[in-house]
């Protein structure tokens, strides 16, 4: 489903060289949930990037359900992303001034889908997220857990084939963290959706089914987790 092959990312930083990702080979099939993990610096948010067609490698490949992410436009990667990915981040990344609904809706709505029915099934997956009840309030008028789940609502809408989350519980407290993950592992379906989380939570690789480490851009270990 998702593949890097052989995967670089250089950037350049003045006059300075930084390797992020060396030389990567990563296969993530739906159904599954791949917990990356590894310390401050070490490539894991550039690795998820990669992923999710939020950037391209500066050699090696990156792979989509067969598609070449290098041989995209801009346009291309752009719609592969609002339609076919979701995404989860730290900071929920909710507008301020859209009701929990209409965060949700918002990926639907810039779609062009008609705003009744974008709606419709914001509701269907704010219900999903246990969340219905909060649909006409505003992120300020919600908890932190209750902003991620708004957050994880809005990453389903389009009924994506994978979820991407970086670092999902990192503005949470530990009893929150759980629901949460509790709710990402229950995402991932056998033939139809992937979940990949980036975590610095050794916690959270419980949730998962496989266990990736990464180490100064380079591949540690990978290996299956034993679910709780």
Do not use: W
């Not at 359900?65 to 929920?92: E, K």
């Amino acid at each position: 489903m998702i593949e890097l092959l052989d995967a670089v990312k250089t950037y350049t930083q003045g006059r300075r060289t930084v390797n992020a990702v060396r030389g990567v080979t990563l296969r993530v099939q739906t159904g599954e949930f791949v917990t990356i993990m590894g310390p401050s610096g070490s490539g894991k948010s550039t690795l998820m990037h990669l992923m999710g067609a939020l950037d391209t490698p500066s050699g090696g490949r990156a792979v989509f359900h067969g598609q070449d992410l290098q041989t995209m436009s801009d346009r291309q990667r752009s719609l592969l992303r609002r339609d076919r990915i979701g995404f989860v981040f730290q900071a929920f990344n909710l507008l301020p001034t859209l009701t929990a609904a209409e965060n949700v809706a918002l990926p639907l709505l810039l779609a062009g889908t008609n705003r009744g029915a974008a709606l419709v099934r914001a509701a269907e997956c704010l219900e999903r997220v246990n969340l219905a009840h909060r649909a006409d309030h505003f992120p300020d008028e919600m908890s932190g857990g209750e902003m991620q789940r708004v957050a994880v609502a809005r990453a389903l809408v389009a009924d994506p084939e994978a979820v991407l989350c970086d670092e999902p519980t990192g503005n949470l407290d530990t009893a929150t963290s759980r629901e949460i993950l509790t709710l990402l592992s229950k995402l991932p379906e056998p033939g139809k959706r992937a979940v990949i989380m980036v975590t610095h939570d050794p916690n959270g690789a419980s949730y998962g089914t496989r266990l990736v480490r990464i180490r100064d851009g380079v591949l540690e270990s990978d290996e299956q987790v034993v679910r709780r």
